[in-house]
């Protein structure tokens, strides 16, 4: 796959240029130049995404950074429009192999430690930073969560998350830990390390499932419009030493991590594993187990608001109408205490 919306632009360093981006208008895009592959795939990229406010408006809040997870990228205007809506300056990353950053002959969303996404958020922070004195705000999905969390945790001991420009941290249904049967985390998770670290490109005979994605595309029986060469209605193949790494950083996480800032977790009340679409996986998490996210949420340290939403899918701001509304009307009210409490 080629993405010709990330072609032709510059490093970091120099003076990159924002250009218009495949969400049409009102979005563009900068490719951030990460150089070789430290997984051995050729020089990689990664790509931000900004939402520019109407004509005339100032921005008044804090800026915001968007983390997608795996078989993701950002798509998600209304989303954007919402934060922008309430005076934020709104920015989305994709990881490298991911979505706009994903380069032929490279492995979609393959990474072999999940340390190596410092670079890219950091890149991302220092944009925004020349683009604004405003603080940043993360909000993450799904992997992007757990990708985050353990950025924000080396951030905060490096010298403070609060001291870097971060405000707070909104997860949504982060993953914090491997679905499925206990032994997967077990023995499961010790087979894992082996062939991760031996034959990482393997892929896992996992069974694929569109479930979730017939849920969400407007092809079948969605209400969203996205690229399926860069979200597949049945996903990306879990290589063993991808999933390696995810469970070395759940199990960093599960030790206990420090943000450094207030966090807000929205997730389902309830899981629901299907492999073919039911009206079941519209009304709860067909990818995650809430009971992990719930049981793990306190291991990010400090203040963390736990929202369970009602009939909420595993993305909570792509559920259903009535969910959705919930879910920001939950996400305003935690922006409206974390903009009011003392410093």
């Known amino acids: 796959m080629t993405n010709e919306s990330a072609a032709g632009t510059s490093a970091l360093g120099q003076a990159a240029e924002w250009q218009p981006d495949v969400l049409g208008d009102d979005y563009e895009y900068r490719t951030l130049e990460l150089g070789p592959d430290p997984d051995g795939e050729g020089d990689i990229v990664a790509t931000l995404v900004r939402h520019l406010p109407d004509a005339g408006a100032t921005a008044t809040a804090d800026a915001v950074l968007y983390i997608h997870g795996f ?4 798509f998600q205007r209304h989303v954007a429009d919402h934060f922008t809506g309430r005076g934020h300056r709104f920015y989305a990353l994709d990881l490298r192999k991911c979505g706009r950053s994903l380069q032929p002959g490279q492995t979609p969303h ?11 958020l950091d890149d991302a922070l220092r944009v925004i930073n020349t683009e604004t004195t405003a603080n940043v705000l993360v909000v993450a999905h799904s992997t992007g969560g757990l990708v985050t969390s353990l950025w924000l945790d080396r951030l905060h001991r490096a010298g403070g998350t609060a001291a870097a420009g971060i405000s707070g941290l909104v997860l949504n249904s982060p993953w914090f830990d491997l679905q499925g049967p206990a032994y997967v985390r077990t023995v499961g998770t010790q087979l ?3 062939v991760g670290r031996f034959r990482g490109k393997s892929a896992l005979p996992l069974g694929k499932s569109s479930a979730y994605g017939d849920s969400l595309h ?3 029986s969605g209400e969203w419009d996205y690229d399926l060469d860069w979200k597949p209605r049945d996903g990306f193949p879990v290589r063993a030493g991808w999933l390696r790494a995810i469970r070395l950083g759940q199990a960093r996480l599960h030790r206990g991590l420090n943000i450094g800032v207030p966090a807000l977790l929205l997730r389902s009340e309830l899981t629901e594993f299907a492999r073919e679409y039911g009206p079941t996986v519209d009304v709860a998490d067909a990818v995650l187990d809430v009971a992990q996210i719930q049981r793990w949420a306190g291991c990010l340290g400090g203040r963390t608001n736990i929202v369970p939403i009602d009939g909420a899918r595993h993305d909570v701001f792509l559920s259903a109408e009535v969910p959705r509304t919930e879910a920001f009307r939950e996400l ?7 903009a009011g409490r003392p410093a």
Request: glycine share 0%; no cysteine; net charge negative.
């Open 332 to 338: 305003d009210n935690w922006l409206d205490w974390l």
């Open 218 to 220: 407007q092809s079948m």
């Open 71 to 74: 078989t993701d990228y950002f």
């Open 192 to 194: 894992i390390n082996t």
């Open 110 to 120: 393959f990474i072999s430690d999940l340390a190596f996404y410092d670079r890219e």
